[in-house]
């Protein structure tokens, strides 16, 4: 279990997290309307952040929730938050939560709430061990690859597939195919090259993902998007999943099925990662400054 720090930013100001009160008749809490995403933040500075914000635009617009006025502050939000809580190697979680309508619509102040909160970052292994559960995507879903409130499917199965020991699931679309996991994008080598499976297959567009497959490209690595299924992993020469916090993670095992320890293409793809992270870090760090203390402010739902 993470250990959330002490301050989250909450509609725009910095509280005690354990301060915070949301109100029994917002939607999005009662109903999973809402956005969120994980950023891993490196000395300081929260990684791909333009990303994660076009990506929850484009999610708001097809969610239907208003994010445009949030998505603006939240750079200065994350600068304040991160130097409060000295959370210079963390992780982070933005949430967006809608306000009105269903059956619980009434007037608001806030068509949508923000809440930033920072965490210890997690250990995930060495290696990661996947349990295939099939139809756990549906890919022509309408909404299908937006990273919603409503993640009870993906942590039911997470705890599920972890009851019997596995790290992660495998997760399989309505045409047995590969999607992902319930948290990371997967990732296939096969003769030198590497294989993910496309969006088309239920797949979320992970930043992590968007950053290896960017990278991969630029440095010449064979890197393309093709359908995969569980046979596939079995077939390959490597393993690896990749998100915000687990960067690139070694598959050591799908269900009973041993695979084949992380080779020289795993460790390639770290060391473009890694890169990547490098100049990211280096072009949006910001000059150490002494500041005082911010103030604490109140919150309401």
Known sequence: MANVHRFAIHNGALVVATDIRLSPFQTGLLSGWGLFSTLRIYGG?????????????????????????WLARVPELFELLIAQNRAAEAMARVYLIRNHGGLLDRPVERK??????????????????????PHARHAAAPLAATKSLSWAHNLATLESVAA???????????RGEIAECTSANVFVVKDGGVLTPP????????????????????????VREAPLW?????????????????????????????????????A???????????????????PARATGAAPVGGSRG
């Open 230 to 266: 569980p046979s596939d992993l079995r077939a390959a020469d490597e393993v690896f999943i990749s998100s915000s916090t687990r960067e690139v993670q070694p598959v050591g095992q799908v269900d009973d099925f041993p695979l084949p320890p992380p080779g020289a293409v795993t």
């Open 268 to 286: 390639r793809v770290r060391r473009i990662f890694a890169a990547a992270v490098k100049r990211y870090v280096e072009a949006h760090a910001k």
């Open 112 to 133: 949508t709430d923000l809440l930033i909160f920072t965490a210890d970052l997690r250990d995930w292994g060495a290696s990661a061990k996947l349990r295939t559960i």
């Open 45 to 69: 500075v929260p990684f791909a952040l333009e990303d994660h914000l076009q990506r929850l635009a484009a999610d708001g617009a097809r969610l239907r929730v208003d994010v445009e006025d």
């Open 164 to 174: 019997e020991g596995f790290d992660d699931a495998l997760l399989l679309n309505e």
């Open 199 to 222: 969006l088309s297959a239920g797949a979320l567009p992970g930043i992590s993902r968007k950053t290896i497959l960017e990278g991969a490209a630029e440095e010449g690595l064979p």
